[in-house]
C-alpha cells in the first residue's frame, strides 16, 4: 500500500516565491508573443487559489505581484528607464514625456486667428488645452515683435 503523501503546509514552504518567479515567466512569456495576457492571468490566480496564497496574503497583494511583471514589462515598451519601485504596481503612472505642439497645430492656429472670429478662436482653443500655452507663448511673441 502506499503511504499517504505528506505535503510542506503553506506557511513553511516559500511558495509565495515561486509565484513571484511564475509572475515573471507569464509574463515574460506574454511579452514575447507565446501567451496572450488573459490566459497568463487566469493561470497565475489559478496557481495563487491552489496554492492559498489570497487566503494567507490577501487578495490585493496577489493581485499587486500579478501586476508587478506586468508592468515593468510595459513600461519597458514605452520608456527606456524601468519604473521606480515606488510606484504602485497595479497602476503604474505613465512615463513622463515632453509635450510639443505639432507644427500642423501652430499653422491651424494661424488659420484661425487671421479667418475666424474670437468666439470660435475660444472654442478651438478650448479643443487643444495641451497646446494652449505654447500657442499663447507664441501669440505675445508675435505681439511683441509688431
Not at 511579452?31 to 495563487?48: E, F, I, M, N, Y
Request: net charge neutral; charged share 25%; proline share 8%.
Amino acid at each position: 500500500m502506499n503511504a499517504p503523501v505528506k505535503f510542506a503546509r503553506a506557511e513553511t514552504f516559500p511558495f509565495i516565491e515561486v509565484f513571484r518567479e511564475q509572475c515573471e515567466l507569464h509574463s515574460r512569456l506574454h511579452a514575447q508573443g507565446l501567451l496572450s495576457k488573459p490566459t497568463a492571468v487566469d493561470h497565475l490566480r489559478w496557481l495563487a487559489e491552489t496554492w492559498h496564497l489570497v487566503e494567507l496574503h490577501g487578495q490585493h497583494a496577489v493581485q499587486a505581484i500579478i501586476a508587478k511583471p506586468f508592468a515593468w514589462i510595459r513600461y519597458s515598451l514605452v520608456s527606456d528607464h524601468p519604473p521606480a519601485e515606488s510606484i504602485d504596481p497595479v497602476r503604474p503612472e505613465p512615463p513622463k514625456r515632453d509635450y510639443r505642439t505639432a507644427q500642423s497645430t501652430i499653422d491651424a492656429f494661424w488659420h484661425v486667428v487671421r479667418n475666424e472670429s474670437t468666439e470660435y478662436l475660444t472654442r478651438w482653443l478650448f479643443d487643444h488645452p495641451l497646446d494652449a500655452p505654447h500657442l499663447q507663448k507664441l501669440w505675445k511673441q508675435k505681439g511683441a515683435a509688431a
